[in-house]
């Protein structure tokens, strides 16, 4: 292992528990951290690499030193600055009466608006802020008029919950789903389009694509996917919620129809906050999935009529941008595949490893699945937490299995090398009976 930098060295020794209260204490970290950053002309690839900018980020969170959580891609925890931010709104709303904190008109909203469509490429009059890309990508799928005997196109990795709601609609509707196999790793990209596109006959209506796969951190060709559906007269909805502020893309360039994503994974929001995205002329014919008065058919706002809802958690958001921005999209993007290449190329010296994703950075990021041949995936997930305090998530699919591996800017890369040396051992010793 190389030589770690001072600071790093010394912040390695610091009692944890310490250090998370200090800077749950301490929003100002965060900028403190993002003034150190790298200057612009510094390219993102050698960026990435200034470990003592990365150490300062990692000071920005108030995440657990005692355990090393490399399940990321699930939810991932909000860097103090935005802690600090919601628990601000939450006691403003709970100063004020209801009426106005919590139901009342809020031109906030409209800011953090504005701030996701400028941040992600769209017209704000095309976002919705939502609770999780679970709630987004619903809206879609039970918010367009489909009839019984009418095909739905996804994969067989399709997220399950989203698999889920077209069997719902199956059972109730008649609809068909139809299930695209694709491989793993996938690395041509006319391949993927093709096998989608071979799934079509006169029935389809919609076609539902991951713009990176959970399972693997797979990313597909949206945009490729998008211009095929719509070839067909299709309209495509993208699940996206692995992938916006994960690896830079604008959604204006992927031309779909409608995205949808969460906002707690890689943009480091508050916890139920998510995005989703409908192209203008796509508003008025998307269902609600909570009713809506028909005065706000056109209005991007009615997918937001939910009821009480958690405002100091979508007020938040903005500083979550912030931070976002000033991290720089580049730079974060390619330290995530600099923790990733770190274990990644270590374990694949092993002729028992099996990687399930491309390390090629059009296909992936920050998120592999790795698989050790002769070791039960479920063990070895509960023996990495249990015995050495290390958090994956295990993957079980008819068509691979493997640990879902997901680092974070916080991860500090002697982590990464924890979990190596923790997998080496059990290639090596096996794990317990």
């Known amino acids: ?98 009426a106005l904190s919590l139901l009342g008109n809020h031109p906030e909203i409209e800011t953090v ?31 367009l008029d489909l009839r019984a005997g009418d095909e739905v196109v996804t994969s067989t990795q399709d997220y399950p919950r989203m698999l889920n709601a077209f069997r719902q609609r199956e059972r109730r509707e008649g609809l068909k789903l139809v299930l695209v196999q694709l491989p793993v790793p996938a690395e041509d990209d006319a391949e993927v389009v093709r096998r989608f596109e071979a799934a079509f006959t006169p029935r389809t209506r919609l076609l539902l694509v991951s713009h990176m ?18 070839r067909h007269g299709v309209p495509c909805i993208v699940d996206g919620a692995h992938a916006l502020a994960h690896f830079e893309f604008r959604l ?48 991007i706002r009615k997918f937001e009529e939910i009821g009480t809802h958690p405002l100091a958690n979508y007020l938040a958001i903005a500083d979550a941008l912030d931070f976002h921005a000033g991290i720089g999209p580049a730079r974060k993007a390619a330290r995530l595949r600099l923790l990733r290449d770190r274990w990644a190329r270590r374990l694949l010296q092993h002729p028992r490893v099996r990687l399930h994703t491309s ?23 509960q023996w990495l937490w249990n015995e050495q305090r290390i958090l994956t998530t295990g993957i079980g699919h008819a068509e691979f299995n493997g640990l879902r591996v997901s680092p974070s800017v916080y991860t500090r890369p002697e982590e990464v090398d924890r979990f190596s040396e923790a997998l080496e051992q059990a290639l090596r010793e096996g794990l317990p009976g």
């Open 359 to 381: 390390l090629d950075p059009r296909w992936s990021c920050g998120i592999a699945t790795v698989q050790v041949e002769g070791l039960d995936t479920g063990k070895l997930q």
């Open 1 to 98: 292992m190389p030589d770690l930098p001072r600071r790093q060295f010394l912040g390695a020794l610091a009692l944890p528990v310490v250090a998370a209260a200090c800077a749950a204490l301490d929003p100002v970290r965060a900028r403190a951290a993002l003034a150190a950053a790298p200057p612009p002309a510094v390219p993102p690839d050698e960026a990435a690499q200034d470990e003592d900018f990365w150490f300062e980020i990692s000071r920005a969170f108030t995440q657990d030193r005692t355990l090393i959580n490399l399940n990321n891609g699930g939810v991932s925890p909000a860097p103090a600055v935005v802690q600090e931010s919601m628990k601000r709104w939450l006691d403003h709303a709970n100063r004020q009466p209801p």
């Open 113 to 143: 608006r504005e701030g996701l469509a400028r941040t992600f490429g769209a017209h704000p009059e095309e976002v919705a802020i939502t609770r999780n890309a679970s709630e987004s990508l619903q809206v879609c799928q039970m918010g």
């Open 213 to 230: 796969i959970n399972l693997t951190g797979q990313i597909l060709p949206v945009r490729e996917l998008v211009a095929m559906a719509r």
């Open 252 to 299: 204006d360039q992927l031309d779909c129809d409608y995205y949808g994503s969460s906002l707690h994974k890689w943009l480091f929001a508050p916890h139920g906050t998510g995005l989703l995205y409908v192209r203008r002329e796509r508003i008025a014919g998307l269902w609600p999935l909570m009713a809506a008065d028909a005065t706000q058919d056109g209005d």
